[in-house]
């Protein structure tokens, strides 16, 4: 996907959802929330803090709420896109622009950015980081890469790391360990090339 500078940019590219995005955003709008753009998409933030997104897909436009799992949702609008990964963000899928009801929409909204005001957050549980074998041994064997994996952030090490783990073959392994090392040696992060 297209990484966007403006929210105009993000909505234009998506010709088939354009109107429901339109619409979406027009709601957003006319609450507390300010508009910006992070990751290549329209975010909506309150306070400073992200409070939802919008994102079009092929079969549907959605609204993401980043603390979405706090939300009452009696009427079970909520989906968790990415189950397993992620506990607070939670997504509204839209298949056309006649299903978005404005005033329930608004109900959802005004409900995360109240949770926002009083304080109610799902903290991300930090996991350890593991390294793999093969990522040990290369780093062990070499202080040019030991040296460049250590100045990376903890974020850019984990990312090594898991792409080497989630690999299942020996082999998958060692090709990825030959993909990633250039990378470590010049400090880019895996998703660089992406931001």
């Known amino acids: 996907m297209k990484a966007h500078n403006t929210v105009d940019q993000y909505i234009s590219a998506n010709k088939t959802w ?102 109610k957050e799902i903290k991300p549980q930090k996991k350890p980081l593991v390294i793999p074998d093969q990522l040990r041994e290369a780093i062990n064997k070499s202080p040019d890469l030991k040296n460049a994996y250590e100045l990376l952030g903890l974020t850019k090490q984990r990312e090594f790391a898991d792409y080497i783990s989630e690999a299942k073959r020996e082999e998958t392994k060692m090709k990825r360990l030959d993909k990633i090392t250039p990378l470590i040696l010049e400090k880019k992060g895996l998703y660089d090339k992406y931001k």
């Not at 549907?60 to 189950?83: H, I, R, T």
Request: net charge positive; no cysteine.
């Open 18 to 119: 354009q109107p429901a995005l339109t619409k979406l955003r027009r709601i957003v709008l006319s609450t507390k929330l300010q508009e910006t753009v992070k990751w290549g998409a329209p975010i909506y933030t309150y306070e400073g803090k992200n409070i939802l997104g919008l994102a079009a897909f092929k079969s549907y436009v959605g609204l993401w709420f980043f603390q979405g799992a706090l939300l009452s949702d009696k009427l079970k609008k909520l989906v968790n896109a990415q189950e397993g990964k992620t506990k607070a963000l939670l997504q509204w899928r839209f298949n056309s622009e006649e299903e978005m009801d404005t005033s329930i929409i608004l109900e959802y909204i005004e409900e995360a950015i109240q949770n926002q005001k009083t304080g």
